[in-house]
């Protein structure tokens, strides 16, 4: 029955969190709260780590059911007390649930098809992401590169519309198309703009976006606030550009 109960918890916080920082998100790239891009890109992750150890913390506390039982077991020991322990330990039983909340338990078989449902979900967008990143390792690999820049590659890449930033599983990646070389200033602004997403660690962030994607896609406003921190993402690196 703990079981059922912390389910709700978690689909109730995910809810929760991902639309009120959905909200935030998007009042801040609409410039109606001024409050630096990167601050509040950071406190995303902070949220959310702070609802998980909600969730996991509830997930530890005990049912009313649970909370009975030891009402009677130490009930028991209570009857063996006397005198100042004896009331210390009755005020203490005194806080716990008179009658258990009435839970409805989830038959064996919808927990079967929701857990199948969660699985065939979350392997679907693992290999949604799979192709992408061998499309992005095919792209690198015919990519010319011009200059390393530390731990990063810079190429040009004549098969893209647009510029953006990688970061494979050895080396990260800054990729231009071919014609940008004929517009400078275009040219380092799209290198700078991108070099900011390494710089500031969104190339290895966004994995940890993929992995809440994982477990909470079965949530339209997860998805919603991954739109939401990209955007915020892009503003970001704008801004320090």
Request: proline share 4%; hydrophobic share 50%; net charge neutral.
């Amino acid at each position: 029955m703990l079981a059922d109960n912390w389910y709700g918890m978690a689909a109730i916080m995910s809810l929760v969190c991902f639309g009120s920082l959905f909200a935030l998100n998007w009042l801040v790239v609409r410039g109606w709260i001024l409050a630096p891009f990167r601050r509040i890109y950071q406190l995303n992750y902070l949220l959310i780590a702070f609802a998980l150890v909600a969730v996991v913390a509830f997930e530890g506390t005990k049912s009313p059911l649970d909370l009975l039982a030891v009402k009677v077991e130490v009930q028991t020991l209570i009857n063996n007390l006397s005198g100042p322990a004896q009331t210390v330990v009755q005020k203490s039983v005194s806080s716990l649930p008179e009658q258990p909340l009435e839970v409805v338990p989830i038959g064996p078989f919808v927990s079967y098809v929701l857990l199948w449902f969660f699985f065939i979900g979350a392997v679907f967008f693992v290999c949604r992401d799979v192709v992408e990143y061998l499309q992005l390792r095919q792209i690198t690999r015919s990519a010319t590169v011009i200059h390393d820049i530390r731990h990063v590659r810079l190429a040009v890449a004549d098969n893209i519309a647009g510029a953006f930033s990688w970061h494979g599983w050895r080396k990260a990646w800054v990729v231009i198309p071919l014609s940008y070389l004929s517009n400078s200033r275009l040219t380092r602004h799209a290198v700078s703009h991108e070099l900011n997403h390494h710089r500031a660690g969104d190339t290895k962030l966004c994995y940890c976006d993929r992995l809440l994607i994982y477990l909470f896609w079965w949530n339209p406003l997860a998805h919603i606030w991954e739109s939401s921190l990209n955007d915020l993402r892009e503003f970001a690196c704008d801004h320090d550009v």
